[in-house]
């Protein structure tokens, strides 16, 4: 409605027209809707065009994997074995793989944060039972270490009383 009131045309009569518009997959690259015309001038004049690219990898998006991609792959089980996996990967191929691993990660830590948080529980329920505190553990521990510095202090007291 916004797009009539203020003189926009929407997307689809744009790419219906044979401009240019943006893919909607993955909004990187360029489409074109409507076929070119296959006059042999028009292929001429292209061909002629100092804009031509030669190679028909001129805008592939591709790279070599690297030793954790493929095994990354081959975890993820798009691959069954290291051989399968093609010399050249899509980038898109690769990010899928990595955001795949880092989900499967997020949720092995979550799994393991609430085992974390199970086996506190339960170890407080238990120390509840055997009377343990944490205020009695400390007072233990300052006992021990008065009675410790006191035998230190009759230690010291008598080595300089005996010369």
Not at 22 to 28: I, L
Not at 30 to 54: G, I, N, Y
Not at 57 to 85: C, H, Q, S
Not at 89 to 100: F, M, N
Request: aromatic share 6%; with cysteine.
């Amino acid at each position: 409605m916004f797009a009539r009131l203020f003189g926009h045309r929407p997307l689809a009569t744009l790419c219906k027209t044979g401009a240019f518009c943006r893919s909607h997959g993955t909004g990187m690259t360029l489409t074109r809707t409507t076929p070119l015309p296959k006059t042999e001038d028009s292929v001429k004049s292209r061909l002629a065009s100092p804009r031509t690219f030669s190679g028909h990898r001129a805008f592939r998006n591709e790279r070599r994997p690297t030793k954790l991609d493929k095994k990354v792959l081959l975890w993820l089980g798009r691959f069954k074995k290291e051989e399968d996996i093609p010399h050249l990967l899509s980038v898109e191929v690769l990010k899928a793989a990595q955001s795949q691993l880092r989900i499967q990660i997020c949720y092995i830590m979550i799994a393991l944060t609430l085992l974390g948080c199970m086996t506190m529980i339960i170890s407080g329920k238990m120390a509840v039972k055997r009377e343990d505190t944490l205020l009695k553990i400390n007072a233990e521990k300052k006992a021990k270490w008065r009675a410790e510095g006191q035998v230190e202090k009759e230690a010291m007291a008598g080595k300089s009383e005996q010369p």
